[in-house]
Structure formats: structure tokens, C-alpha cells
């Protein structure tokens, strides 16, 4: 009987290696037939345009009650010196930075200034004379929340900050305009090896109406192209 027992435990033990050396096999098998992802080089052009007026909150000093009003027109253009190369699985972009983004920001307007010491005020106006500034090197994040979807996320740029006129604080935070929503591409244009070079074209707009301790309105429109050109495997 103890023969029997210790023959039936090797057995059992037998039958449990070969099952962990099947399922190890399986997974194997499984991660040798999973695709490679796709590889594609993703330039990126661009603009954007933001007009606005814009009364910040008043300041006190002295017993003195002063206000700065700021308006501007504001046009930026941009493109990526060099593509970044992404990967695409199941129609899902790998979440990636786009790189190497330069461009131009042109700007106009005027700074008013308003000081209240009690019944009398004063009004001094700056008109600003055009300025042209440029950026380079900034990036922008990008992911799939779902199959043929794109969503740009943060832009990091360095870009010289402007007195005259002075930007509000949702524009110094956008370099690059407003970002467009989620760029739509067809998953079955991914997938198809006769397409070399995919074209997706977004634009965005929004207004801002400011208050209650601020005033007036900020509105701003951006059109972007993404390209993508298929690299081999």
C-alpha cells in the first residue's frame, strides 16, 4: 500500500509539472504571436490665434486703487523641425512626447492703466509696438484613451514673457494656442501596410468670459495637421 501511495504521488507530481511546463508553453506562445507595434514618423504643424481684453482684479496701495487693462492680438505658428517616431498597438498610440517643436508668436496691443485716490483718477495708456518672438525645442504629450485617438496633452516651451501688452495668465499657459480636442484617425488606415502617410487635420476655439473680481473676454482659435508616415517593421 505504501508502494502504491508513493507511486501515485509521483504520478500527481508528474502531472502537475507537465501542466506548469503546458501553460508556460501556452504563454509563450501566446507572447510569440502578438504583433510588433507599428512604427510611425509623426511631424506636426500648426496655428493659432487669441484675441482678447482683459481687466485683471484691482490692487490697493497707499489708500490708491489701481487696475491694469490689457489689450492684444496674438498669432502663432509652429511646426516640428524633426519627427518623433511612435509605436501604434491595436490602434492605441504608446503615450509618447511629440518633439522638437519651433515657431513664431507675433503680438499687439495696448496697456491701460487706471489709479483711484479717492475722487480723483488718473488714466495712462501704452500702445505697444509689434513684437516677434520665437521658441524652439518645446513638446507636447500625447496618448490613446481609445482605439483611433490621439490626445495632446501638456506643451513645454520656453518663450520670453511679454510686458506689452500683458498676457493673461490662460494665454502665458498655452504657447501654443488652445489644444485641439482629441484627433480622430480611422484604425483601419493605421492597420493598412498601402498607406504610407496619414493626414489628420483638428481645430479648436473657445471663448473665456472673465469675473467676478476680473473682466472682459478672451477668445482663441488653433487649427493643427498631424502627420504620420509609416516607417518598416
Known amino acids: 500500500m505504501r508502494g502504491v501511495a508513493r507511486g501515485l504521488g509521483r504520478l500527481a507530481g508528474n502531472a502537475s509539472l507537465l501542466a506548469f511546463i503546458g501553460l508556460a508553453c501556452f504563454a509563450a506562445a501566446g507572447a510569440e504571436a502578438a504583433p510588433a507595434p507599428l512604427r ?3 511631424s506636426v504643424s500648426g496655428t493659432a490665434h487669441d484675441v482678447w481684453n482683459f481687466t485683471g482684479a484691482p490692487s490697493v496701495a497707499g489708500g490708491c486703487e489701481r487696475t491694469v487693462q490689457t489689450e492684444g492680438i496674438r498669432d502663432v505658428r509652429f511646426r516640428t523641425t524633426r519627427p518623433t517616431v511612435v509605436r501604434v498597438r491595436s490602434g492605441r498610440i504608446l503615450a509618447t512626447t511629440f518633439r522638437n517643436f519651433a515657431g513664431t508668436v507675433t503680438l499687439a496691443g495696448a496697456n ?4 483711484t485716490c479717492g475722487e480723483e483718477r488718473t488714466q495712462t495708456i501704452a500702445d505697444c509696438a509689434q513684437t516677434r518672438r520665437s521658441f524652439s525645442k518645446a513638446t507636447v504629450g500625447a496618448r ?6 490621439i490626445t495632446l496633452g501638456a506643451v513645454r516651451a520656453t518663450l520670453r514673457r511679454s510686458d506689452c501688452p500683458l498676457e493673461p495668465s490662460d494665454v502665458r499657459r498655452q504657447p501654443l494656442g488652445t ?3 482629441p484627433l480622430r484617425i480611422s484604425t483601419n488606415s493605421l492597420a493598412n501596410p498601402r498607406l504610407a502617410r496619414i493626414t489628420v487635420r483638428v481645430s479648436a ?3 473665456t468670459n472673465y469675473g467676478p473680481l476680473e473682466q472682459g473676454t478672451l477668445q482663441q482659435r488653433s487649427s493643427w495637421r498631424v502627420t504620420l508616415v509609416r516607417l518598416s517593421p
Open 40 to 42: 510611425f514618423a509623426v
Open 112 to 115: 491701460t492703466t487706471s489709479v
Open 144 to 149: 490613446s484613451a481609445r482605439p483611433g485617438s
Open 179 to 181: 489644444i485641439p480636442g
Open 205 to 207: 476655439s473657445r471663448r
